[in-house]
């Protein structure tokens, strides 16, 4: 049924990132931003697409950040943050939420890592919105070119496949 899920990504995001925290303030900043760009392009490209899975799946794609070693933004873990993605699919698969949430997680670092490339629309969305806004320095949104370059550091095929979701999502 559109519209409706079939379990709250709040009350995960709530066991991992307790309220009156830093790092509670940064995530839920971030993911905010990422999913309110994501249902804004959804809504203008016309994408069919469950609302209700786009800002699950941006709410809960970084949900890994807290087992990494990231401490400018109060992340205290072990784990290198590259791993955030694959970390937080467990955590999501673990937690009982669905696999496209796990997924989305999954591969949204970058413009996908390795065998991890977003595949699904909705996987491509989040990875999309998310290049937009940084957990760090001020959060604001990025422009186009500041993307780019950042795309651009990882290596030509990142880029060209930032591009290509650019392309699908502008």
Known sequence: MAGTLS???????DKYYPEGTPLRD????HARSVA???LEIATRKHLALDP????AAALLHDIGIYLCDAPGIHCHGTEPYISHGPLGAALLRQEGA???AARVAERHTGTGLGKMIPETELERLICYADKFYSK??????????AVEASMAKFGPQ????????HSQFS
């Not at 940064?26 to 900043?29: L, V």
């Not at 209700?52 to 800002?55: D, L, M, P, S, T």
């Not at 990142?158 to 979701?165: D, G, P, S």
């Open 98 to 100: 669905p696999e496209w």
């Open 36 to 38: 309110d760009l994501a």
């Open 136 to 145: 760090s320095g001020s959060m604001q949104r990025k422009t186009l070119p």
């Open 52 to 55: 209700a899975q786009i800002e």
């Open 7 to 13: 379990f709250d990504p709040q009350l995960i995001i």
């Open 158 to 165: 990142n880029l060209a496949r930032f591009r290509a979701l």
């Open 26 to 29: 940064i995530y839920m900043r």
